[in-house]
Antibody
């Protein structure tokens, strides 16, 4: 059973950088799956941030592309998210998820990140 | 980019009734690219339906999906108390490659 667990700072200052890590257990990052980040701002719906494949290929949401970097650490079996120049609009619960064929079949429990001074 | 629109925004029903949730894509999409998720407060989204009509592992058969082209439907028959939640429709777009979610339908107890 694949399990994902997000971790990172719960508070980030405006104009700063949001950095999160997702630890994957029960499965390898090198399988035929993409690894995604999704967020849900308070009172709003889900927004896909981007994904990465173990070959290094990435796809990002065009609305966030200039600020987002997703990376994989094969040695630690972790997926990372980096979002720069954050504002209050980036306050959200952030989820990591595994792609299982054009759908996201395993999700982490999520981590709330608040952007505030 | 495909825009995904769900309706209604809120659906008020009683346990035992049936729910019909709609999902419309701004252009025709492959059924393979359509999925539905359930999200309860404080929990991660849970995959219910993929490929427009296939139930994910462990999902009760009272959940069913259908549709093609631009119109897709999630039907929940015989609503149970645990079914009241927010439901999202998701479309995977190939150009650019990305997941597009609808704004969600909140299924609430009447």
């Amino acid at each position: 059973q694949v399990q994902l667990q997000e971790s990172g700072p719960g508070l980030v200052k405006p104009s700063g950088t949001l950095s999160l890590t997702c630890a994957v257990s029960g499965g390898s990052l090198t399988t035929r799956n993409w690894w995604s980040w999704v967020r849900r701002p308070p009172g709003k719906g889900l927004e896909w941030i981007g994904e990465m494949y173990h070959t290094g290929t990435t796809n990002y949401n065009p609305s966030l592309k200039s600020r987002v970097t997703i990376s994989l650490d094969m040695t630690k079996n972790q997926v990372s998210l980096r979002l720069t120049s954050v504002t209050a609009a980036d306050t959200a619960v952030y989820y990591c998820a595994r792609e299982g064929g054009y759908r996201l079949d395993y999700w982490g429990q999520g981590i709330l990140v608040t952007v505030s001074s | 980019e495909v825009v995904v629109t769900q309706s209604p925004g809120t659906l008020s029903l009683s346990p035992g009734e049936s729910a019909t949730l709609s999902c419309r894509a701004s252009q025709s999409v492959s059924s393979s690219y359509i999925a539905w998720y359930q999200q309860k407060p404080g929990q991660a989204p849970r995959l219910l339906i993929y490929g427009a009509s296939s139930r994910a592992t462990g999902i009760p058969d009272r959940f069913s999906g259908s549709g093609s082209g631009t119109e897709f439907t999630l039907t929940i028959s015989r609503l149970e108390p645990e079914d009241f939640a927010v439901y999202y429709c998701q479309q995977y777009g190939a150009s650019p490659p990305m997941y597009n979610f609808g704004q969600g339908t909140e299924l609430e107890v009447k």
